[in-house]
């Protein structure tokens, strides 16, 4: 019997708290893989939660510095190369941190290159010009340093070929999934959320920057619903910042009643789901969207910006507005107001389509992208 390939994983982005977007990606591969012949190796900045991996996932914490880039160049190469039995591979899961000169092949997860596309978009940290420079470079090592790049869309891909042409014949696409941990929302469930936000609601779920677009959102519902008449709830969920907070205060002074629940848990998100009327994701820049497959795959019909990376997510499973057009966002929203029933299809048709998006396919195609990486090993000996 063969023994189980070897992969060095980076968990740094389950050692951050709530989960995310690529939390979710992360714990999908270290879920769904070992049972396929891998053993996984972490290495993280911090320690990681107990709930966040299996007892069977050795982690490997080295000291955390100020910075991630700090700690991809001075710490992580260090810790790889002291791990034994020697890795066959290793998994940078977080856009960069793959060092060069290593005894084994790499794999980079560049999940989306947004900060690149559209810099004025992104929180950076102070100053701001350095940040950028620093991210870019570390992006672009990152990808010539790796044998192999997987994203998330061809949105994505060709985001990736335009900055980084060098790279094209190593990227593989591989979709996220829905997680099996999400089923269908109980009545008790949907009726308890509809009962916590005062009856019907739309909802948006996801993080606070401003490429995600709430405030246009906000701004839609206040032209669809003039002094907030006639408005559903408004229920804006995800780990709250100063930008939440803003967005809140915008919302009532249009007189919407609104709701900041914070962050979801997993367990609670197909209830909030079931209990909208509607979903509605006006992000700016995606490179995926795994809020509107969450709802496609829940039932709940949804708004959403017709942007590529979304569009090859919920194709014709949404009802679309040109991105960053807010008077287009209103007019949407004031049909579904209009005419909930309308929306009767969409949640068929979303169902269907988020079944395509099944975790024993991510797993299909990372593996496939695990063995081509690994493949350059054989190659180079």
Same mark, same amino acid.
């Given at each position: 019997?063969?023994?189980?390939?070897?992969?060095?994983?980076?968990?740094?982005?389950?050692?951050?708290?709530?989960?995310?977007?690529?939390?979710?990606?992360?714990?999908?591969?270290?879920?769904?893989?070992?049972?396929?012949?891998?053993?996984?190796?972490?290495?993280?900045?911090?320690?990681?939660?107990?709930?966040?991996?299996?007892?069977?996932?050795?982690?490997?914490?080295?000291?955390?510095?100020?910075?991630?880039?700090?700690?991809?160049?001075?710490?992580?190469?260090?810790?790889?190369?002291?791990?034994?039995?020697?890795?066959?591979?290793?998994?940078?899961?977080?856009?960069?941190?793959?060092?060069?000169?290593?005894?084994?092949?790499?794999?980079?997860?560049?999940?989306?290159?947004?900060?690149?596309?559209?810099?004025?978009?992104?929180?950076?940290?102070?100053?701001?010009?350095?940040?950028?420079?620093?991210?870019?470079?570390?992006?672009?090592?990152?990808?010539?340093?790796?044998?192999?790049?997987?994203?998330?869309?061809?949105?994505?891909?060709?985001?990736?070929?335009?900055?980084?042409?060098?790279?094209?014949?190593?990227?593989?696409?591989?979709?996220?999934?829905?997680?099996?941990?999400?089923?269908?929302?109980?009545?008790?469930?949907?009726?308890?959320?509809?009962?916590?936000?005062?009856?019907?609601?739309?909802?948006?779920?996801?993080?606070?920057?401003? /490429?995600?677009? $709430?405030?246009? &959102?906000? !701004?839609? *519902?206040?032209? @669809?619903?003039?002094?907030?008449? =006639?408005?559903? #709830?408004?229920?804006?969920?995800?780990?709250?910042?100063?930008?939440?907070?803003?967005?809140?205060?915008?919302?009532?002074?249009?007189?919407?009643?609104?709701?900041?629940?914070?962050?979801?848990?997993?367990?609670?998100?197909?209830?909030?789901?079931?209990?909208?009327?509607?979903?509605?994701?006006?992000?700016?820049?995606?490179?995926?969207?795994?809020?509107?497959?969450?709802?496609?795959?829940?039932?709940?019909?949804?708004?959403?910006?017709?942007?590529?990376?979304?569009?090859?997510?919920?194709?014709?499973?949404?009802?679309?507005?040109?991105?960053?057009?807010?008077?287009?966002?209103?007019?949407?929203?004031?049909?579904?107001?209009?005419?909930?029933?309308?929306?009767?299809?969409?949640?068929?048709?979303?169902?269907?389509?988020?079944? /395509?998006?099944? $975790?024993?396919? &991510?797993? !299909?195609? *990372?593996?496939? @992208?695990?063995?081509?990486?690994? =493949?350059?090993? #054989?190659?180079?000996?």
């Amino acid at each position: 019997m063969p023994r189980p390939t070897r992969v060095a994983i980076d968990l740094r982005p389950l050692s951050r708290g709530p989960s995310t977007g690529i939390g979710l990606i992360l714990s999908q591969i270290l879920e769904e893989l070992p049972a396929r012949g891998f053993e996984f190796i972490g290495v993280s900045d911090r320690p990681v939660p107990s709930a966040a991996v299996t007892e069977s996932i050795e982690v490997h914490a080295g000291r955390s510095s100020d910075g991630r880039i700090r700690w991809e160049t001075r710490e992580l190469p260090g810790i790889l190369r002291a791990i034994q039995p020697q890795p066959d591979l290793f998994h940078a899961t977080w856009n960069h941190g793959v060092p060069p000169g290593l005894p084994f092949p790499s794999i980079l997860s560049l999940h989306d290159v947004i900060p690149w596309i559209a810099p004025a978009r992104v929180p950076w940290p102070w100053p701001g010009a350095l940040h950028q420079w620093l991210y870019r470079r570390q992006v672009r090592e990152s990808a010539r340093n790796a044998a192999a790049i997987v994203t998330l869309s061809e949105a994505s891909r060709g985001h990736i070929v335009e900055r980084i042409p060098e790279a094209a014949s190593k990227i593989e696409v591989i979709p996220c999934a829905v997680p099996r941990w999400l089923g269908p929302a109980t009545p008790e469930a949907a009726a308890s959320a509809r009962e916590r936000f005062g009856g019907r609601y739309w909802l948006y779920l996801g993080g606070f920057d401003p /490429r995600k677009g $709430v405030d246009l &959102l906000v !701004e839609a *519902m206040g032209i @669809a619903f003039p002094g907030g008449r =006639g408005a559903p #709830a408004l229920v804006l969920a995800g780990a709250e910042n100063r930008l939440a907070a803003d967005l809140a205060r915008s919302a009532a002074g249009h007189g919407l009643r609104v709701s900041l629940p914070g962050y979801v848990p997993d367990a609670e998100i197909s209830g909030l789901l079931g209990g909208a009327e509607l979903f509605v994701y006006p992000s700016r820049h995606e490179g995926f969207g795994i809020p509107p497959l969450l709802a496609m795959a829940v039932g709940t019909p949804s708004v959403a910006s017709d942007i590529p990376a979304i569009r090859e997510v919920v194709g014709d499973a949404a009802v679309l507005f040109p991105s960053g057009d807010a008077r287009a966002l209103a007019s949407r929203l004031a049909d579904a107001a209009k005419d909930p029933a309308s929306l009767a299809p969409l949640a068929r048709r979303g169902k269907e389509r988020a079944a /395509r998006f099944s $975790v024993e396919a &991510l797993a !299909e195609r *990372m593996i496939r @992208a695990y063995e081509r990486a690994a =493949g350059t090993r #054989a190659e180079s000996t």
